[in-house]
């Protein structure tokens, strides 16, 4: 399926539970023929985005990041509940994404992005979040999302059925 860059790109907002989880979505888009690539957001270094260092030379790594964001058309990101919301380490890297260049939907508008979570609590805030965020990013976010926390952990059969569905998307833009 994939043309340069992976089909499906899982997107791991904390280097604990939604890392496995992320890995559990490469290896099911694998089962499917599908190139996937993981992408663990805990192993970037960059600095907190403020108006002050959005000044400064963009921090190193970023253009990297973004070029492995636009080389996948879909995403899976996986992150936990912080706070009744999104995890620090994925609202920064949006923010420095969000004001490269003149459009700062540029890298999310029409791309299919799958939406999933274990947290200590339920982890419906941090979905809930995810999707209005990446929504008003332009992203088309699948409606089904996956849910899970200690004592429901992540079906496979749940995973599976995400893939397929964003596997069946095609990226509006790209």
């Not at 380490?89 to 004001?99: D, M």
Request: aromatic fraction near 4%; include cysteine; charge should be negative.
């Amino acid at each position: 399926m994939s043309q340069g860059g992976p089909d499906l790109l899982a997107i791991a907002a904390s280097n604990g539970e939604n890392l496995k989880l992320a890995q559990q979505f490469v290896d099911a888009a694998a089962a499917r023929d599908a190139a996937a690539e993981l992408l663990d957001l805990t192993l970037l270094d960059l600095p907190v985005f403020t108006p002050r260092t959005k000044k400064d030379i963009p921090p190193s790594g970023l253009s990297e990041l973004e070029q492995r964001l636009f080389s996948a058309p879909r995403w899976v990101i996986c992150a936990p509940e912080y706070n009744g919301s999104i995890p620090p380490v994925l609202s920064n890297a949006i923010a420095w994404l969000s004001v490269q260049g003149d459009d700062f939907r540029a890298l999310f508008n029409g791309r299919p992005v799958g939406i999933a979570s274990v947290s200590g609590g339920g982890g419906m805030e941090v979905l809930l979040s995810m999707r209005i965020q990446l929504t008003h990013l332009g992203a088309q976010v699948v409606g089904r999302q996956l849910q899970s926390n200690k004592s429901k952990p992540p079906r496979q059969e749940s995973v599976d059925d995400l893939v397929d569905r964003l596997l069946q998307l095609h990226p509006l833009i790209l």
